[in-house]
């Protein structure tokens, strides 16, 4: 009876590997979740940037100078911003999966070659017995290894993001010379914004200074950035102005005016 007993006892399965597999598998999919999120959002942050580095340049005002929220990146470029982190996770995986077949593929043909360099130096170095790799040795190789299609990786987001950086300042290229609307500034105080004094006007017994032929950039914390001539070589505002919201009793504004016919660039 012992006998039997214990053969009953071995051939039931071992309840472990069946019960912390799919443990395994969950544990393993938020891990991946969790670091495709994270390159997600590292990825399109820095599309973000470099959009806004260009959009910016476009309309010659530094980029330090700006705050620029999610709503107003998506506003201007929501789309292409949204599809760079996915493009690049696709294409970077694309690239890796057709290296490591190619790595298969000649995986015979290298594993020859190094056989027969093998042989050729240890017939000719035959006396000299070189010691085996250690496990930290092994370690830094690997790590080596890793870091280098890490570079490879780095060099790809470096130079997409350059053509990011190129869209957003044609992006913000477009808003100059199409679509900036035309501004009436109205203050009750002169205000620095063209050569020479500007005479009041009086308006219902007050005198007012009214400021016509401005374009609106952006409104920026506050602040409304305008403009009124284009430089023609460089098709960018040949000066900013920066007026407080508390110096400006009115803004109007006017419908876009196109100002392609002032720049050289087409």
Request: hydrophobic share 45%; net charge positive.
């Amino acid at each position: 009876m012992a006998t039997k007993n214990t053969q009953a006892q071995t051939t039931q399965p071992s309840p472990t590997a069946s019960e912390k597999r799919p443990f395994e598998s969950l544990r393993e999919m938020i891990g991946l979740v969790s670091a495709g999120a994270g390159i997600f959002a590292a990825l399109l942050y820095l599309a973000g940037r470099s959009f806004a580095s260009g959009y910016f340049a476009a309309m010659n005002i530094p980029e330090y100078q700006l705050t620029f929220s999610l709503s107003e990146y998506g506003a201007a470029a929501w789309f292409p911003l949204f599809l760079y982190p996915i493009g690049m996770i696709v294409i970077s995986s694309l690239i890796g999966g057709i290296l490591s077949t190619l790595s298969d593929w000649t995986l015979p043909i290298r594993t020859k070659v190094s056989n027969w360099l093998k042989q050729k130096v240890f017939s000719k170095f035959s006396p000299i017995r070189l010691p085996e790799l250690g496990q930290k040795t092994k370690l830094w190789f690997l790590i080596a290894d890793r870091a280098f299609f890490v570079f490879l990786f780095v060099l790809l987001v470096i130079s997409t993001l350059y053509a990011v950086q190129q869209y957003g300042g044609w992006v913000g290229k477009n808003n100059v010379l199409q679509f900036s609307s035309q501004v009436e500034l109205v203050s009750d105080i002169p205000l620095a914004l063209e050569n020479g004094e500007l005479p009041p006007e009086k308006i219902g017994g007050h005198d007012y200074f009214i400021y016509k032929g401005l374009h609106l950039l952006t409104v920026n914390d506050g602040k409304y950035y305008l403009f009124n001539e284009i430089d023609y070589t460089t098709c960018k505002p040949s000066k900013v102005y920066v007026v407080e919201r508390r110096e400006a009793l009115q803004i109007n504004l006017l419908p876009a005016a196109s100002l392609v016919d002032r720049c050289k660039i087409k």
